[in-house]
């Protein structure tokens, strides 16, 4: 007869394992502890079957806890690395909760417990699925790269609205700064010409030849050079080295080209040639006024002369235009641009005769030659107005070479090259005693020729025996010695102030470039000997062109004008603007200018020491000057100045010529070597302005004592 009770065993087991869902372990520790509760079937049999039923009369997962056992809502979910020991735990806690379970009057002698009804047998649980490593959450992985895409994206954002609109007008400025290019329109500088409109200084267009040595090819470099050094009249080698500089893009090649010769080098197609429009400087009279006139460096300002003194006036003011070029620096077509128009420079007219200048040069480099003088000077001066008609020097600076000239050749030395003036300042002392009354040309003074002036002994030019002199006849024969004694009558201070007076120690007006004022010690500082010297023009220093000014003073009747270099000048519309006429001041009456006019006129006949300045059929005054020159270089006295200044015609003076020559050798007095340069200045002065003779012979006049 078959066991009715043999099945149980595995129903209990089936019920253990669904149970096994609910308790401590799960799913896995039921299947697990399925195998260990198999094992112990025989002993389940034996103990009784009251748990199982016990466990049959009440659904799965709601029967009542037993005391001390947790509730399913009081487990926690276990580990995953702790499930073999709850595995193992689950099953005896599950015996130990059946034992607890059994009816306390029943042993395991007992019959068996009435069965039930039976269970269906439980359908076989699937196997589990293998174990798979999981490297990481794909979605975890996605949202960090959404986050940084956001934030990358945050920062384009944020700096686009930054450039387009906070700032949109900084880089637009930006923008139109990089592509715009300003160029400079020079402006045309005036001319300078002499009074009559003859040009002296000139400005003419040009060009300014710039080549990109970067985008001259290497296969054609050496004809390029060829071509480029036989145009513009440079050294191949030099213009080849310019070229092979191919590491810039811009290389200067000439200033000052030809427009016809830029021309012909545009047409000649050489790769990346450039021709800027510009102006060159010519000085169409070469040496003529050279250190007057001045010149213009490469930067177009002026460098010496009248062209640095009037530079402002003369150069005008620069241009711009704004254009937009590209990467290669062309012109944009079709865009827009801003110029402004130059301002040319206005002409200056001075008052320089050409053709008088050019007589002056000319006599005194021919006498510099002749006598080996260092230099020499010749000032022609207008005596009604004392404006300056010539003013030459020799040698003078060549203006077509001024860069190889010697920078000694840059100084104009008629205006400020001084010296001791020697015997011609001797009209001064004759001045100041006239004017004081306390001599006249016909005083007579009993001259030896020397004179003790503290602890000097000074001597007049040639030895002679004591003799009586008039005044007038020491002017003419210039005798040191009669000169101090009218002097000493006057006294040192107010000849100090007829010097002032005359101009000495101050610079002139008139504009003249680079005039100095000379050295003009106070009277209170003059040595013993110098209270003697000063009188005869030794301890004093003065120019050429203080020195012309003096006569020009005596010959306008005792009105001292400050000489006059500019004539005037053009307006914006070109129309002539004459300068204003010079400062005049009196200096000494008429009638005092007038006597001293015919004491030098004396000076000039046969009995004076200026004879070879006489001009035929004009009446001629002036005076010899012979002085000790001082040797800055030396620092002591070495050599002589030679000098004669005067005026014609003496009755009616209308020009004032001045010659001087530093440092003769052949010859030193000034009635010697310089007074024919005044003669032949003097005599192609007055023909070129067409001046007359008076006609009238000069009247007798006592030039001896007792006569």
Not at 1 to 21: I, K, Q, S, T
């Amino acid at each position: 007869m078959p066991d009715l009770d043999a099945p149980r065993p595995r129903r209990d087991a089936a019920r253990g394992r669904a149970e096994g869902g609910s308790r401590p372990g799960g799913a896995d520790g039921a299947s697990r502890g399925g195998r260990d509760r198999s094992g112990a079937r025989a002993e389940g049999s034996r103990a009784g079957q009251a748990p199982a039923r016990e466990g049959r009369q009440a659904p799965e997962g709601r029967r009542a806890p037993a005391p001390g056992h947790p509730r399913d809502g009081d487990r926690e979910h276990p580990r995953a690395g702790d499930r073999e020991h709850r595995r193992d735990g689950g099953e005896r806690e599950h015996r130990r909760a059946g034992e607890r379970e059994r009816p306390a009057g029943r042993s395991q002698g007992d019959g068996p417990p009435p069965r039930g009804p039976r269970r269906p047998p439980t359908p076989p649980r699937p196997p589990r699925p293998p174990l798979v490593l999981r490297l990481g959450n794909p979605r975890r992985r996605i949202n960090i790269g959404l986050i940084g895409m956001t934030f990358i994206l945050s920062i384009f954002a944020g700096r686009l609205i930054q450039m387009q609109g906070i700032e949109s007008k900084v880089y637009e400025a930006a923008a139109v700064d990089q592509r715009t290019h300003t160029e400079e329109i020079p402006a045309k500088r005036g001319s300078i010409t002499d009074v009559n409109g003859h040009a002296l200084a000139v400005t003419v267009e040009a060009r300014e030849i710039s080549i990109d040595p970067s985008k001259v090819p290497l296969k054609v470099r050496d004809k390029i050079a060829a071509i480029l050094a036989q145009q513009l009249g440079k050294p191949q080698q030099e213009i080849a080295a310019k070229l092979a500089r191919v590491d810039t893009r811009y290389q200067l090649l000439a200033r000052d080209v030809d427009p016809v010769v830029a021309a012909r080098l545009l047409q000649a197609r050489v790769p990346a040639l450039y021709a800027k429009k510009t102006y060159r400087r010519l000085y169409p009279a070469g040496d003529l006024a050279g250190s007057l006139i001045g010149f213009v460096g490469d930067d177009g300002d002026g460098l010496g002369g009248m062209e640095q003194t009037k530079n402002t006036l003369l150069a005008g003011r620069d241009g711009k235009q704004r254009v937009e070029t590209g990467r290669d620096g062309q012109r944009i077509p079709m865009t827009s641009s801003q110029r402004t128009p130059p301002v040319n420079g206005r002409d200056v007219r001075l008052t320089i005769d050409r053709d008088i200048q050019w007589a002056a040069q000319k006599a005194i480099a021919d006498e510099v030659r002749k006598s080996g003088a260092a230099s020499g000077t010749v000032i022609v001066m207008d005596v009604q107005t004392a404006q300056i008609i010539a003013m030459a020097n020799a040698p003078e600076l060549d203006l077509t070479t001024w860069r190889t000239a010697p920078d000694s050749l840059y100084v104009n030395k008629a205006a400020s090259e001084v010296f001791e003036p020697g015997s011609t300042n001797k009209v001064i002392t004759a001045a100041a005693a006239l004017e004081a009354r306390t001599v006249t040309p016909d005083t007579v003074f009993r001259v030896p020729d020397n004179i003790r002036c503290a602890d000097r002994v000074l001597r007049d030019a040639h030895p002679h025996k004591t003799e009586s002199m008039t005044f007038r006849q020491a002017m003419a024969q210039s005798s040191n010695v009669a000169t101090i004694m009218a002097a000493r009558k006057i006294g040192r201070e107010r000849l100090y102030q007829m010097l002032r007076s005359f101009g000495f120690g101050t610079s002139p007006g008139g504009g003249v470039p680079g005039a100095e004022a000379g050295l003009l010690p106070d009277y209170k500082t003059w040595s013993g000997s110098q209270n003697c010297t000063v009188a005869y023009g030794q301890g004093v220093s003065v120019t050429a062109l203080q020195m012309a000014s003096v006569y020009q003073t005596i010959a306008n009747g005792g009105v001292k004008i400050d000489p006059q270099i500019v004539a005037g000048t053009t307006d914006d519309g070109g129309r002539f603007v004459p300068s204003p006429p010079g400062k005049q001041t009196r200096v000494v009456s008429e009638t005092t200018a007038k006597e001293i006019a015919t004491m030098l006129e004396s000076a000039v006949s046969a009995e004076g020491t200026g004879e070879l300045a006489a001009i035929p059929g004009y009446r001629v005054a002036g005076k010899t000057g012979t002085a000790n020159r001082y040797d800055a270089q030396l620092g002591r006295y070495e050599g002589y100045t030679a000098s004669f200044v005067g005026f014609a015609p003496a009755d009616a003076p209308r020009l004032v010529v001045l010659s001087v020559l530093q440092n003769p050798k052949n010859g030193h007095y000034g009635g010697q070597i310089a007074a024919p340069v005044f003669k032949d200045v003097m005599t192609f002065a007055i023909k070129s302005k067409k001046i007359p003779p008076t006609g009238s012979a000069a009247p007798p006049v006592r030039t001896r004592a007792g006569q």
